[in-house]
Nanobody
Framework: VQLQAFGGGLVQAGGFLRLSCATSGRIFGLYTAAWFRRVPGKEREFVAAISWSGGSTDYADSVKGRFTVSRDNAKNAVYLQMNSLKPEDTAVYYC????????????????WGQGTQVTVSS
């Protein structure tokens, strides 16, 4: 499974962005998908995950109520709608996929895409 995240950019606090993760390769509908983010000097942080069917989602407490993860298996894509953005959301965002269930640990994901930078100005 090859993944590529895009859609990042510069936005003011309170604004919104929608990240997309395009996939290719194996049948993406078999895979759990997730979003992580990393700030320089810190560990990769879990943001959100979605089950293969899209019927189950998990979120980090820091983004609950503001971010929404979704997927379209027909298009082999995963999305992260980010609303009410805060400066502390500034990071490089990565999409990831796993043949196994949802997890908050980066090591549980076998496939990773290149990150996309999100910068939120105050």
């Amino acid at each position: 499974v090859q993944l590529q995240a895009f859609g990042g950019g510069l936005v003011q606090a309170g604004g919104f962005l929608r990240l997309s993760c395009a996939t290719s390769g194996r049948i993406f509908g078999l895979y759990t998908a997730a979003w992580f983010r990393r700030v320089p000097g810190k560990e990769r942080e879990f943001v959100a995950a979605i089950s293969w069917s899209g019927g189950s989602t998990d979120y980090a407490d820091s983004v609950k109520g503001r971010f929404t993860v979704s997927r379209d298996n027909a298009k082999n894509a995963v999305y992260l709608q980010m609303n009410s953005l805060k400066p502390e959301d500034t990071a490089v965002y990565y999409c990831a996929a796993s043949y196994y269930g949802k997890a908050v640990t980066p090591g549980r994901y076998e496939y990773w895409g290149q990150g996309t930078q999100v910068t939120v100005s105050s």
